[in-house]
């Protein structure tokens, strides 16, 4: 489970669409992005959407777009079935039933037949959830698809997807600009910024010593133990209210880094390896 | 056991709400019956001046409503609102027009909060001129100013609030609220949805305002160590009811009601990771 941690437009949610090649007609894209040996981005059509929903499926962050308003529920997750898996509609029907059951629905058989606007909040991103999941895909992408949920949601929401990679082996790449959901879950974080991978490691490394400034700056928000008296959240040292350098010149963080030297306007610090299976993007760890 | 505000907050209570309720009448869309929600039922509590309030609940908790409520959107089908020392719960609408410049919403929806066919300027302005007050030249002077001291460059003044982000408009939606001289800027999930470094920004913003301008805030979420790390009182709302209020550390070290453990312990659980979220929940 490797999670993708970064702030609004730090290019989270385009890298999940460019992944599944879903971004706007004519948009530029370059590079590679291999799938069991296979590169998505040189594959026909036909071949992709094979792959698409049914071994690599993504959720989106608001369930209220990502569903139609105007199907019942059952039907827009049977929809995938349909698309993907040679099945009649008794067997489809059971299968659908039985995925609303597994992501801890109440009433399958109703939210089955209800409309996205008959759900609560909470309802609606599980109903997403198993429309992901009904194809049994060996990939899912979800992007911050706990957002806006109260704690209580977020929690059985973050366990259950963390029962399914237990439980089927299923990988998933967790998309988020909130650290402490990522505690709980990822095995790997990969923190991004203005585009690029800033950092990349294992999360206990990460999350006890960050090595990038940027990751430094947004870990310290990382709420410990509010009954502790600790620093609130409007008195820490933040990363100052700039943009993102994505000139092309120098680093993409070098606005707002406090720990900037001069050469980190004019080039952009390579990637290197500062110790085993752990990467960064600065010029402090040698370049 | 809710703690009387009066024994907290040493000043007079800047709102006083006694006994609140509001229910709404819906119809289900299947069978067309009709059923009632008590949306907010018996509520009392008491917003202390210059502090920092906040209401945490579960979404569905009734939240909003009282915010609405509060705000007069909403008129409450019984008990009583006092604010500044007066009654306001049934007043004419000559009275609204006095009374709503005193009290400011700030929503969780920015983008829809603010009127996308305005420039930044104009958005601040628009309730200084529904007001009449000032000329043209001193409306548009004030809203720099505002610009200015919410974060945002003067020079941003004709952008769209969709030429900005999601914490920028944030600050723009502030910076109207703050047009009028307001005395209590409800908070309605004004934070939620934003990422950690814009939600930093935004508290920060937020508590040298109100250092500047003595405000008082009604902060709703649904995140208690958010809530937690700003606020001087804290009030828990379930089911239309607020179940305990007291002072933060007072609510957060001997929580008195079953739901204020389980938040408690649910916040706890997400910000211990992964050995908590094994556990069942409580």
Not at chain 1, 165 to 176: D, E, W
Not at chain 1, 194 to 206: P, T
Not at chain 2, 144 to 165: F, I, N
Not at chain 2, 183 to 206: F, M, N
Request: charged share 20%.
């Amino acid at each position: 489970m490797v999670g993708v941690l970064g702030e609004s437009g730090s290019g989270k949610s385009t890298l999940a669409a460019a992944l599944l090649r879903l971004l706007p007609h004519g948009t530029e894209i370059s590079g590679s992005i291999f799938w069991k040996n296979q590169d998505l981005l040189s594959l026909p059509c036909a071949e992709l959407g094979s792959i698409r929903g049914a071994r690599i499926a993504l959720i989106h962050q608001d369930p209220g777009l990502a569903l139609s308003p105007v199907m019942r529920v059952g039907q827009q997750i049977a929809e995938v079935l349909r698309a993907h898996c040679k099945l009649g509609r008794a067997e489809r029907r059971e299968r659908v039933i039985g995925m609303l059951q597994a992501v801890d629905l109440r009433n399958p058989e109703r939210v089955y037949r209800a409309y996205p606007h008959e759900l609560s909040g909470g309802e609606l991103h599980r109903v997403v959830i198993a429309q992901a999941l009904v194809c049994r895909p060996e990939l899912l992408i979800a992007d911050e698809c706990t957002r806006a949920l109260d704690v209580a949601t977020q929690i059985e929401i973050l366990r259950m997807l963390r029962e399914f990679n237990q439980t089927t082996g299923m990988a998933i790449l967790f998309i988020t600009h909130n650290p402490v959901e990522l505690a709980g879950l990822a095995d790997r974080v990969v923190v991004i910024y203005g585009g690029r991978i800033v950092e990349e490691g294992a999360l206990a490394q990460v999350f006890s010593r960050p090595l990038h400034p940027y990751s430094q700056g947004l870990l310290s928000l990382m709420p410990r133990s509010f009954r502790a008296a600790g620093p609130d959240r409007s008195s820490l040292a933040l990363i100052p209210d700039l943009t993102a350098n994505s000139g092309g010149r120098g680093c993409v963080f070098e606005p707002r880094c406090s720990q900037r030297s001069a050469i980190c306007a004019h080039e952009q610090p390579a990637e290197v390896a500062a110790e085993p299976g752990r990467k960064v993007s600065c010029f402090q760890y040698g370049n | 056991m809710v703690t009387s505000a009066a024994k907290l907050a040493p000043k007079p209570a800047l709102v006083k709400v006694r006994a609140l309720s509001k229910r709404y009448e819906q119809r289900s869309r299947l069978s067309r019956k009709r059923f009632t929600v008590d949306a907010i039922r018996n509520v009392d509590f008491e917003l202390a001046p210059g502090c920092v309030t906040g209401l945490v609940g579960e979404s569905g908790s009734g939240k909003s409503t009282l915010a609405a409520c509060l705000s007069l959107l909403e008129r409450p089908d019984s008990g009583e609102i006092w604010f500044e020392g007066k009654n306001v719960t049934k007043s004419t609408a000559a009275e609204l027009r006095q009374f709503r410049p005193r009290l400011q919403l700030v929503f969780q929806d920015s983008a829809g909060a603010l009127n996308f066919r305005l420039t930044a300027a104009q958005i601040i302005e628009e309730p200084l001129a529904i007001r009449h007050l000032g000329s043209r030249h001193a409306r548009r002077r004030r809203a720099l100013d505002l610009m200015t001291e919410v974060g945002l460059p003067a020079d941003w003044s004709e952008r769209a609030p969709l030429q900005l982000s999601g914490g920028q408009r944030q600050r723009l939606a502030i910076a109207r609220a703050l047009a009028c001289q307001p005395s209590l800027l409800i908070l309605d999930e004004s934070l939620s949805g934003l990422d950690l470094i814009t939600q930093a920004h935004i508290l920060k913003l937020l508590a040298e305002l109100q250092a500047a301008h003595s405000l008082t805030y009604l902060l709703i979420s649904h995140d208690l160590s958010l809530v937690a790390r700003i606020a001087h009182y804290i009030a828990i709302m379930h089911r239309g009811q607020v179940v305990e209020y007291g002072s933060k550390e007072q609510v957060l070290a001997v929580p008195s009601h079953e739901h204020t453990q389980q938040l408690i312990s649910s916040a706890h659980a997400l910000e211990s990771g992964l050995a908590r979220l094994q556990e069942p929940l409580p």
